[in-house]
């Protein structure tokens, strides 16, 4: 199914395209379309409208869901300080979660039809039109359907009266995640902290895009040695 020499039309919905590019992709897809108008994705309208969200769809729809679940834990009869822990520790967590899929699942390399298609729904799209404003947040059916095998991770390794608080936390941690995203690529930062983290992000786009996984922090980069390697790259938190 990879064809030869193939030229990708971007007047045509891409989706099924991308994957003929075989080896080829991985060039195409970190080569940046700048410009705020995405393509279209699918000829299906439901496919396509799927693929499309608001960025402030997401607070709206998880952040009650994120009290939903801490107040579970309440109702277990889980002390204040304890609840605030695990939401604490849930936010860590997601942090580290945030680095290891953007790292290698995110930007694993792919030469196969359906390697490169996929990978374009999951996070090339995201580099090829990195000013998409509809598809910088993760479609909340997408999410919906990731969270069951989360929570299930979750309950092997907590207590049940804090499974709910700890989970709750990530998908807080999520939800700053999503939100800070498309700020980072959309809004206008002030003061320097959000400068630095913006920097740090186009950085990833349009520089070097094998360092700098971080999007809410640099720490983990820190840890495990993809920070960019120049100074000025690299400022952030």
Known sequence: ???????????????????HLGEAYEEWVHQPIVSKEGPRFFQNEV????????????????????????????QMGLSCPHIALMVVLGIFVWTLLEYTLHRFLFHIKTKTYWGNTIHYLLH???????????RLVFPPTATAILLFPFWNAVKLFSTPSTTPALFGGGLLGYVIYDCTHYYL?????????PRNLKKYHLNHHFRI???GFGITSSLWDKVFGT???????????
């Open 1 to 19: 199914m990879v064809a030869q020499n193939f030229v990708v039309d971007l007047d045509k919905p891409l989706v099924f395209q991308v994957g």
């Open 47 to 74: 496919l396509e409208s799927l693929t499309l969200t608001v960025w402030w769809a997401i607070p709206v729809i998880w952040l009650p869901v994120v009290c939903w679940f801490v107040y579970n834990s309440i």
């Open 124 to 134: 090339g799209c995201h580099h090829k039109h990195p000013m998409d404003g509809l």
């Open 185 to 193: 690529h959309h809004g206008q930062p002030k003061t320097e902290h």
């Open 209 to 211: 895009q094998d360092k």
């Open 227 to 237: 920070l960019p390697s120049s100074k000025a790259d690299a400022k952030s938190m």
